[in-house]
């Protein structure tokens, strides 16, 4: 069985069968082989020299293992809102520009976020990285059609995260590990024991959820 791993931070040399999509801030591109799938953006932590940073996003989101913009986004919990609004704002045009999804950071803002990919009309897949929020925010995003992807969070029981991984439909769901020590297949383990059903049958769906993702 395959393991997918979204999106994460580490260059793994992982246990095999697996498919990491290694996330990558535009000044390390160059470094990065042209191999391994990668998502290409600037983090809301790391907007300070964004207009350089966008025009090489701009010069290698074409490249055919960049398969997505991002983790690009918004962050309450961090400096510069207005900010960090533009620099998302230039995410979902490029995006839009090189038909290309979007893989989205967000924290206390997906009411900005659905506003911002709504006004822009951005009909792309979109994922929600490291999703934590309710059931009931899970609901609203998924109805819109976008994906929600879940990690270390799943380990926290007591947590509405959990609940919400529960209810969400497995057409609308992907596995990370982010910046995390787990393996993806931990991951997957976890969301199995969750969801009273295998890691095989989870493996399964991902698979689908990924070329309906990438082949849009
Ligand atoms: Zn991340």
């Known amino acids: 069985m395959l393991y997918i791993d979204i999106h994460t931070h580490k260059i793994k040399c992982a246990q095999n069968p697996s498919l990491s999509v290694l996330n990558v801030f535009p000044a390390d591109i160059s470094s990065v082989s042209k191999s391994k799938f990668v998502t290409l953006g600037i983090h809301p932590w790391y907007i300070s020299e964004a207009e350089a940073n966008l025009k090489t996003l701009s010069e290698y989101v074409f490249l055919p293992n960049v398969i997505a913009v991002g983790e690009t986004g918004l962050d309450k919990l961090r400096p510069d809102f207005e900010k960090q609004i533009d620099v ?49 925010l899970a609901k609203q995003l998924t109805d819109k059609g976008w994906f929600l992807s879940f990690g270390q969070s799943l380990f926290d029981l007591e947590s509405k995260t959990v609940r919400a991984f529960k209810a969400v439909p497995l057409e609308f769901i992907f596995f990370e590990t982010d910046d995390s020590d787990y393996e993806i297949s931990e991951i997957y383990e976890q969301a199995a024991f969750l969801r009273n059903c295998t890691a095989e049958n989870l493996s399964d769906s991902i698979s689908k959820n990924f070329q309906l993702f990438f082949q849009r």
Do not use: M, N
Not at 94 to 104: D, F, N, R, S, T
């Open 88 to 136: 998302f704002r230039a995410h979902i045009r490029i995006a839009q520009q090189v038909h290309k999804p979007l893989i989205i950071h967000c924290v206390r803002a997906y009411q900005d976020v659905t506003e911002l990919l709504l006004s822009e009309k951005f009909e792309l897949p979109v994922i929600f990285h490291w999703f934590s929020g309710s059931p009931q």
